[in-house]
């Protein structure tokens, strides 16, 4: 089975810290996603990456950068997390073509008070 | 603009029930559309995935229905669950060069006893 993994569930930050949240795919998979999934507005894509330190933004790219050193692992930074960055965060990972299934790790619900 | 629309918002049935979820799309030009269900709590998985040429395609009490004429798909669960309960999103592909997925907000289903 492929597995997604993400470093935290739950995570609570103050508003200007930096925060890491880290991804991790154990199938070799050459695609990865950031998404962010808020109540109303549905999955929208924050950043992708097709290969190792090769990134691509998606819809709302602004207040996040990304980071892909290793196939496997594909972090999201938020350089100076802001109240409006509280949301529920998903990584997803899938292998190249256009019909390939996008498999999702659990999620982590990130709180910026 | 490329764009998925889902209806209803959220819908509540009796275990047992039959429900029937819908998806409109104005993506162009369309690749494919799959379907997926994500627990509370839990990332999203596929159901299923339909592609131009194909009407209907079934997975367990899940079918799924694409009429690209209309650009509409439908959802159907059959003698529902409780573990049903969860919410169901349509997501589009385009073949359009640069163009990522495209994400409906989703059907919160609620099965109840």
């Known amino acids: 089975d492929v597995k997604v993994t993400q470093s935290s569930r739950y995570l609570v930050k103050r508003t200007g810290e930096k925060v890491f949240l880290e991804c991790v795919q154990d199938m070799d998979h050459e695609n990865m996603f950031w998404y962010r999934q808020d109540p109303g507005l549905g999955l929208r894509l924050i950043y992708f990456?097709?290969?190792?330190?090769?990134?691509e933004k998606g819809d709302i790219p602004e207040g996040y950068s990304v980071s892909r050193e290793k196939k496997e692992r594909f972090s999201l930074i938020l350089e100076s997390a802001s109240t409006n960055q509280t949301s529920m965060y998903l990584c997803?990972?899938?292998?190249?073509?256009?019909?390939?299934?996008?498999?999702f790790g659990p999620g982590t619900r990130l709180t910026v008070t | 603009k490329n764009q998925v629309e889902q209806s209803p918002q959220s819908l509540i049935i009796l275990e047992g029930k039959n429900c029937t979820l819908q998806c409109n799309y104005t993506v162009s030009p369309f690749s494919n559309l799959r379907w997926y269900k994500q627990d509370t709590g839990r990332g999203p998985v596929s159901l299923t995935i339909?592609?131009?040429?194909?009407n209907t395609k079934s997975n367990g009490r899940y079918t799924a229905t694409l009429d690209a004429d209309t650009k509409q798909s439908s959802l159907h669960i059959t003698a529902s669950q409780l573990s049903d309960s969860a919410s169901y999103i349509c997501?589009?592909?385009?073949?359009?060069?640069?163009?990522?997925?495209?994400f409906g907000k989703g059907t919160t289903l609620s099965v109840s006893s």
């Open positions: 990456s097709y290969d190792v330190k090769m990134k």
């Open positions: 997501v589009v592909r385009s073949n359009q060069a640069g163009t990522a997925l495209i």
């Open positions: 339909m592609t131009f040429s194909e």
């Open positions: 997803a990972s899938s292998l190249a073509g256009g019909m390939r299934e996008q498999y």
